[in-house]
């Protein structure tokens, strides 16, 4: 074999490593919650997949601030479609979850949103839903509030 051979041997074994590092990277890392986010940890028989959820912020203090809604779900390969429905003083809204990253089973969702206008001391419903592949569904309603200045 020629030097321009295992040159190029060289350079496809470096690209698949560098390659499956990135793909490590992108699935290892992890939501970094702010000191204003609250986290929910779910469980009990009707939890079905749900994990954990997190509101970052939980209290939103103006109509313009963004709101990062991160929820934990277990077993990726069930999941088929998830979403979640929000809601403001203008509207109700459905936005579909992006996976953020996946450790040991447990998959990362992510979704943000800025409401277009809240009132003070309200609590607002957030309902979540997936699909399976199988067809099942499941949902889950919580709230997150709002504290004006």
């Known amino acids: 074999m020629t030097k321009k051979g295992y040159l190029l ?3 496809a074994l470096c690209l698949v490593i ?14 970094n919650p702010s ?8 469980s009990g028989g009707e939890s079905g997949l749900f994990k954990e959820v997190i509101f970052d912020p939980y209290i939103l203090t ?3 601030e963004k709101q990062f809604i991160v929820v934990m779900l277990k077993d990726l390969d069930k999941i088929k479609n998830f979403s979640v429905i929000l ?4 509207g109700t809204y459905k936005k579909k979850f ?8 447990i998959v990362t969702y992510i979704v943000n949103w800025t409401p277009k206008e809240i009132i003070s001391s309200k ?7 997936y699909i399976t592949i199988k067809g099942e569904t499941n949902s889950m309603k919580l709230f997150w509030h709002s504290k004006l200045d």
Request: glycine letters at 2%; zero cysteines; charged letters at 30%.
């Open 18 to 31: 560098l390659s499956s590092f990135i793909i490590w990277a992108l699935r290892e890392k992890q939501y």
């Open 9 to 11: 041997i060289a350079i």
């Open 123 to 129: 609590y607002y419903p957030v309902i979540f839903e």
């Open 87 to 90: 809601e403001d003083e203008e």
């Open 98 to 105: 992006r996976q953020f990253s996946e450790i040991e089973g």
């Open 62 to 64: 103006s109509s313009s």
């Open 35 to 42: 000191d204003r986010a609250e986290i929910y940890s779910i």
